[in-house]
């Protein structure tokens, strides 16, 4: 049954490493089933339930990924744009949670109609091939910030932005440990070398890094006050159509760019394309209109699936793991709980660290191709955002052909995407 539904001989793997690599996925992504509701619940919502509808919306939308579109790609609320709801729509401008979760459902059935339209398929392939190249590489360098963020290793300082943090505290120390475990053992071609880590250091964390055992079942809170409370009525008349596009703009090119990421780590991008690209563009896009049902904020495919496609997956049987764990998240959120953060951080650094090498088939010698891929790539970790860094490199890339004479190279679609990002950026907000 699973080869029929999964194509595994086809994709030259088994249903052991695909195992392993969706409990790889999962326990680089379960930070989320804490962290959203923390965020979301600044802005006022119950946090008990939207760690509920947390679980459900990523076991659901990454269930319809596998099953459907049959990729190894996990999705969940997406860290920035919970950020965004919170913190930007509901404490600064002042509008309810509900209003917000009406923006995102609307933003969602916007995501849809482009989706089923082809709108969305026709925008990725207009996308020039040196940044294609250059989103895998951003994303790499995204997930080395957020990882070494993560394990303490760079913090924060007021005169130069960032700098090197306490490298004496336990989770640094055992975050490289982490780290030189991973790179050991894959080179010694050891199947599921980035789970041994995390484990590794989960247990190592017990001992040296003041973590505590918080027990195993808990019964899953009740997600009844965040169902269907959005407010759409309020999203349309009370001035939240900006927040409407930024909604649909943010997930728009950060999903479509970690989906092409990701694809590309797999080996998934056939010749430059993905295959059974609609199907998996219908899952992210209708998990955002499933999550603002349930009761949080923006759904999106997960940069974190990297680390499981490094670990050996390429089929919806990683996804599907990744489905079944966050279901039973709900019922052992304490075990979940025990993974920290820089058990997990350690993994993202290596699989960033892998996606570096997508460097060396950029044509250097074409300067008008290679400065907007290398401003794509630098301005995803320096802005903490895939898609500013989608926004920059497409400007850079339309501006550069028009003043160096070479208009005809550039496809409609990519003139038209360095419009809407200048538009968002001058007369909505950047």
């Not at 490493?17 to 790889?24: K, M, N, S």
């Not at 130069?160 to 004496?168: A, E, N, P, S, W």
């Not at 909604?247 to 590309?264: N, W």
């Not at 793991?321 to 290596?350: D, K, M």
Request: charged fraction near 10%.
């Amino acid at each position: 049954m699973l080869e029929k539904l999964f194509k595994l001989k086809e994709h030259d793997t088994n249903v052991r490493t695909e195992l392993i690599a969706g409990l790889t996925t999962f326990l680089t992504m379960a930070y989320i089933i804490f962290v959203n509701p923390a965020i979301l619940g600044d802005a006022g919502m119950p946090k008990d339930s939207v760690f509920v509808a947390t679980c459900l919306i990523a076991a659901l939308g990454t269930a319809v990924m596998a099953l459907y579109a049959n990729y190894p790609i996990a999705l969940a609320p997406g860290m920035g744009l919970n950020a965004y709801f919170a913190y930007a729509v509901v404490l600064h401008m002042g509008f309810t949670w509900q209003a917000a979760l009406g923006a995102v459902f609307i933003s969602g059935c916007l995501f849809l109609v482009v989706t089923l339209t082809g709108i969305r398929s026709l925008i990725i392939n207009g996308i020039p091939q040196s940044l294609r190249m250059a989103i895998t590489v951003g994303i790499g360098l995204f997930l080395s910030l957020i990882a070494l963020k993560s394990a303490g290793i760079v913090v924060g300082n007021d005169a130069t932005l960032v700098t090197l943090g306490d490298l004496h505290q336990p989770s640094v120390v055992l975050a490289v440990i982490g780290f030189l475990i991973m790179v050991a053992l894959d080179r010694m071609r050891v199947r599921g070398a980035i789970l041994i880590g995390i484990i590794a250091v989960t247990i190592l964390s017990f001992l040296f890094g003041g973590n505590e055992f918080r027990g195993v079942f808990s019964a899953p809170p009740s997600i009844e006050p965040t169902l269907f409370k959005l407010d759409i009525h309020t999203a349309l008349t009370k001035g939240l159509l900006n927040v409407v596009l930024v909604f649909f703009l943010v997930e728009l090119f950060d999903a479509t760019g970690t989906l092409m990421g990701v694809a590309r780590r797999a080996g998934l991008l056939v010749p430059g394309k993905m295959d059974r690209l609609n199907k998996s563009l219908f899952a992210d896009s209708a998990a955002i209109f499933a999550g603002s049902l349930l009761g949080t904020s923006s759904t999106t495919a997960y940069v974190e699936s990297a680390s499981g496609v490094q670990a050996g997956g390429r089929t919806g049987l990683t996804a599907m793991t990744v489905s079944v764990l966050f279901l039973a998240a709900l019922f052992i959120a304490p075990l979940a709980g025990a993974v920290p953060a820089y058990a997990t951080a350690p993994a993202l650094f290596f699989v960033g660290c892998l996606m570096m090498r997508d460097l060396t088939e950029l044509d250097w010698g074409e300067s008008t191709e290679v400065i907007p891929a290398a401003v794509t790539a630098l301005m995803m970790p320096f802005t903490y955002s895939i898609a500013n860094g989608l926004a920059f490199g497409f400007i850079s890339y339309a501006a550069i052909k028009l003043f160096t004479g070479r208009v005809r190279e550039v496809h409609w679609m990519v003139w038209l995407i360095a419009l809407v990002f200048l538009f968002k950026f001058f007369y909505v907000g950047g």
